[in-house]
């Protein structure tokens, strides 16, 4: 990789597998950390409809923080909710609230945190939260 910018196809890496061995999504949040913590080197970490089953979002915020390039990216989506930090709900996946967000990523030189649904129970839109966070404006 050259000035930040990789060649070749993007590198992933398919979290579903821990799911599966476990049984237990909330297992989840050890390993991700450790395997974003052990790559400084990422320009974009996504994680869509993945921190939802993670209540304590903190220790990952940090661990991606310390991963990505000078000017690296993270986006991830959360479902919203209006009091407290987090909360589990009866569909079984954390919502995290705006306030909390602001806090935990309060390391990062920019963050933007936009409302929206991203996913749809019963044929009802869940309302959640787009986060962007980089390092360098």
Same mark, same amino acid.
């Given at each position: 990789a050259?000035?930040?910018v990789q060649s070749g196809p993007p590198a992933g890496w398919p979290i579903s597998v821990y799911w599966l061995e476990?049984?237990?999504p909330r297992a989840l949040a050890g390993p991700l950390a450790a395997r974003v913590h052990?790559?400084?080197d990422n320009d974009l970490i996504l994680a869509a409809d993945v921190f939802v089953y993670l209540g304590d979002l903190s220790p990952l915020i940090?661990? !991606?923080? !310390?991963a990505l390039t000078t000017y690296g990216v993270l986006a991830f989506t959360v479902q919203a909710c209006d009091d407290g930090d987090y909360h589990?709900?009866?569909d079984q996946r954390f919502s995290h609230s705006k306030a909390y967000l /602001?806090?935990?990523? /309060? !390391? $990062?030189?920019? !963050?933007s945190i936009t409302?929206?649904? $991203?996913?749809?129970?019963?044929?009802?839109?869940v309302p959640g939260?787009?986060?962007l966070a980089s390092k360098r404006a």
């Open positions: 050259s000035g930040g476990t049984a237990d052990g790559h400084p940090t661990h !991606a923080q !310390a589990l709900g009866p /602001s806090k935990i990523l /309060s !390391a $990062f030189e920019n !963050a409302d929206g649904s $991203f996913r749809r129970d019963r044929d009802r839109d939260f787009l986060v």
